[in-house]
């Protein structure tokens, strides 16, 4: 286990994105936000690039925690330090940026979502003046996307190749059964009543590499597994069976996709009511131990004894260089959301200078009105 991007924090908050780029582009889970069946609220905020949207959130994230309300942050993968949402579990709303590329059209508009508009914030006159720059920084930021997407497809294409190579040497009756005594010694017993899944994703290729959110299993977890795994394939088998093992015991979950294969793959699984977590560790997603020190119980779970290394070992060429070609691959997917960031920095400074934040300001405090009347 080694470094990794956003570390654990002495104030550790729960975060998540929410949508990523992958190989069949980019892949949105936000349906997730919020249950229109269940009384909850969306609150979605529509405006242009820069026009202040994750700020808003910011603000009405801290009025809340101010308040002791516990606030999720949902993260932008294309700008790792920006914010796609705040999820507030104990208030059952939900606000979320409505714009590309995870639009978000009410489809119950008053009854569900209500839609806060910043585009009479702004001085159209300026942006009408800058329309072919503006058109133009889109198209690129779009085409460096595209590409990040294309590089992401063909090293998902390579991992499978390891995958096919390694699934046969992995001996999946003595990883199942090592998975079932793991759920019999942490899970209570079944219950007549399913728990629930939820989907997030705990890590993501982004403009700052790939980032994984270790300060969410700090604030989460009391107790983390660690299933260290150079080729991927126990860990899914692990993940499966625990997670089909905790739901059938009552248990709500968190499965966390696989950037490289968002909906096949689950990633990381978290608990949060046992407060336990299981989280795998790659090659290509390495975990720094360090940013896990705060979990007061920490485990790690070797996935080489699931898997016939003697006969693995005549294999270890063609697989050591199918990782160089996908460690580069995703490194160059990387530069393109950099190179999409800086562009993007350009287009939101045409919106900033065009304008009004006091009028921001304003509808965050409307916001944040909102959200406490939800106070209970």
Request: hydrophobic share 40%.
């Amino acid at each position: 286990m080694e470094k990794t991007k956003l570390a654990s924090t002495t104030n550790p908050k729960r975060r998540f994105f929410l949508g990523a780029n992958t190989p069949s582009g980019f892949v949105s889970k936000f349906d997730q936000l919020a249950d229109p069946l269940s009384g909850q609220t969306l609150f979605v905020i529509k405006g242009g690039p820069g026009s202040g949207k994750s700020s808003v959130m910011k603000k009405a994230a801290a009025a809340m925690e101010e308040l002791g309300i516990s606030a999720e942050y949902i993260h932008c993968s294309s700008d790792a330090d920006s914010l796609d949402a705040v999820i507030f579990p104990q208030l059952g709303c939900a606000v979320a940026d409505g714009t590309p590329p995870h639009t978000i059209e009410p489809k119950y508009p008053g009854a569900f979502e209500q839609v806060i508009f910043l585009n009479d914030c702004w001085d159209e006159k300026p942006l009408n003046a800058n329309r072919k720059k503006i058109i133009s920084l889109s198209d690129d930021i779009a085409a460096h996307h595209r590409r990040c997407c294309r590089y992401l497809a063909i090293a998902s294409m390579l991992q499978n190749e390891i995958t096919q190579i390694v699934s046969p040497l992995t001996d999946t009756q003595k990883a199942e059964r090592y998975a079932k005594g793991l759920a019999s010694r942490l899970f209570p017993k079944k219950t007549s009543v399913n728990g629930k899944n939820s989907l997030r994703f705990l890590s993501a290729v982004t403009n700052k590499g790939r980032v994984f959110f270790a300060e969410t299993l700090t604030a989460l977890c009391d107790e983390l597994y660690v299933i260290d795994d150079r080729w991927g394939v126990a860990s899914k088998l692990l993940l499966t069976k625990l997670r089909a093992s905790a739901l059938s015991c009552g248990l709500d979950t968190v499965s966390c996709c696989c950037p490289l294969s968002a909906c096949e793959k689950t990633e990381h699984l978290i608990l949060p009511q046992l407060k336990l977590a299981f989280v795998s560790c790659t090659p290509h997603h390495k975990i720094d131990a360090a940013a896990l020190n705060a979990v007061p119980k920490l485990h790690v779970i070797h996935a080489e004894r699931f898997t016939d290394t003697e006969a693995l070992r005549r294999k270890r060429q063609r697989i050591a260089l199918t990782e160089k070609m996908t460690e580069r691959l995703l490194t160059d997917a990387e530069n393109q959301l950099v190179l999409a960031k800086r562009l993007h920095d350009e287009l939101e400074s045409l919106y900033v200078s065009a304008m009004d934040f006091d009028k921001v300001h304003q509808k965050a405090d409307k916001l944040i009105l909102l959200l406490k009347e939800h106070i209970k």
